[in-house]
């Protein structure tokens, strides 16, 4: 049974910063994407940055230059690392995870709403207040 649990969601001012972790349990793919995606108040859920096993990241261009999307060491955490936090940050985060084929690329993992991705965590709020 896979399980995300996502954590590290807070209220922030516009220009801070903040990392979001996701434990990963009970995952036996050996290739696989994950992500993290994100639902603003009253709008559909967006993509925000993903990445393949080998490491490789693609980024939502609305968060390029200020969010970092890596892996622990043990692969069993996600991080995204938030800076220059905007309000229109402000949403629910998630993170996410599905299998890959053994050739893949963090590019081709990225899915601009989530829909590909069939393991998720329960989500964790960030508010940016201006």
């Given amino acids: 049974q ?3 649990v ?3 969601g ?3 001012q516009a220009g801070g910063s903040l990392r979001l972790s996701c434990a990963v349990s009970g ?3 050996n290739t696989y994407c ?3 995606f994100r639902q603003p108040p009253g709008k559909e859920r967006e993509g925000v940055a993903t990445i393949y096993t080998s ?3 693609f980024y939502a261009d609305f968060v390029k230059g200020r969010f970092t999307i890596s892996q622990g ?3 069993n955490v996600l ?3 938030m800076n220059i936090l905007k309000p229109e940050d402000t949403a629910m985060y998630y993170c996410a995870a599905r299998r890959a084929p053994n050739i893949y690329s963090g590019s081709r993992c990225y899915d601009p709403d989530g829909r590909s991705y069939n393991y998720w965590g329960q989500g964790t709020q960030v508010t940016v207040s201006s």
């Fill in 27 to 29: 995952y036996t793919y």
């Fill in 10 to 12: 807070a209220s922030v």
């Fill in 73 to 75: 060491n043990a692969k």
């Fill in 34 to 36: 994950m992500g993290w």
């Fill in 55 to 57: 490491g490789g990241a």
């Fill in 6 to 8: 996502e954590s590290g």
């Fill in 2 to 4: 896979v399980q995300l």
């Fill in 79 to 81: 991080y995204l690392q």
